[in-house]
């Protein structure tokens, strides 16, 4: 090859190379850009409402510990009052968005399996969760544009709503939250003596290590039991928790596996 091939030949490379890299950092960019419209953690407690951009393929709602307990009779007992029954109280999903839920509703000493339905806006059951035991979840479901109500069949003051909008989710990211204590608790053992290792430090290892992006969190404090040691009740174990909101691009059938797990390290009782 002569000089002035190899200059073009080297112009060619450096060109493509260039269009390359353009190309990812393009793709990088609008990923990046798709995570910073699911709503922060802060934002999420505070109004108790979700909107998921059209990237998100499915969502994972959360029963909350002790969401058992009634509002306003033992609100005392509750894990918080933003969200506590289900995180989020209110979601907004687009079309084609997948949705499951996973109890997270701690069984010492009385299990509290939960059952879900969801109906349309004529009071129409559409979609029944089947009994979900503790750190189980059910199977997924899309539901067609419309608002719904979600109600758990035996504690029916668990009250929220879905709203599934005519946009068209395009992405195949799973999304969700998740609580856990802010710090390590002096009590960690459930009422069996088994030892669970879960607080916020943890779970900023743990979650990233099985393939999920904590993408923000909230402190908050929620400690009114003027009763309890501390104001806080005792299965919740602190009055000092912390929202995460989380993502992974893996399956959400495998996601499900994996939460099993870090439900079940959480100090809750």
Not at 44 to 63: D, N, Q, R, W, Y
Not at 80 to 105: C, E, M, Q, R, W
Not at 184 to 190: A, C, F, G, I
Not at 214 to 225: A, H, P
Request: hydrophobic fraction near 35%; aromatic fraction near 12%.
């Amino acid at each position: 090859m002569d000089t002035f091939h190899k200059i073009i030949f080297g112009i060619v490379t450096i060109t493509i190379s260039i269009i390359l890299l353009l190309d990812i950092s393009n793709t990088s960019f609008a990923i990046g850009e798709e995570l910073l419209k699911i709503p922060q953690a802060e934002s999420v407690f505070k109004i108790e409402t979700m909107h998921l951009p059209t990237s998100a393929g499915s969502f994972i709602i959360l029963i909350a510990n002790e969401a058992h307990e009634k509002w306003p009779q033992e609100k005392h007992k509750l894990l918080t009052d933003h969200n506590p029954y289900y995180v989020p109280t209110h979601l907004v999903i687009s079309k084609g968005t997948a949705i499951s839920f996973l109890n997270s509703d701690a069984p010492w000493d009385t299990p509290h399996p939960h059952t879900i339905n969801i109906k349309d806006s004529s009071g129409n059951v559409v979609y029944t969760s089947g009994k979900m035991d503790y750190s189980n979840a059910s199977d997924s479901i899309k539901l067609p544009v419309g608002k719904y109500s979600i109600t758990d069949t035996k504690y029916n003051w668990m009250e929220g709503s879905i709203t599934v909008t005519e946009k068209t989710s395009t992405g195949n990211r799973v999304v969700g939250g998740f609580y856990t204590p802010t710090n390590q608790v002096t009590n960690s053992t459930d009422n069996d003596g088994r030892t669970h290792p879960g607080w916020l430090g943890y779970y900023e290892t743990e979650f990233p290590k099985n393939g999920f992006n904590i993408l923000s969190q909230y402190n908050f404090n929620y400690s009114v039991c003027s009763y309890c040691e501390g104001n806080y009740w005792p299965d919740n174990k602190t009055g000092n928790h912390t929202l995460i909101i989380f993502s992974t691009d893996e399956p959400l059938s495998e996601a499900l596996v994996k939460l099993k797990k870090l439900v079940k390290d959480n100090v809750y009782i």
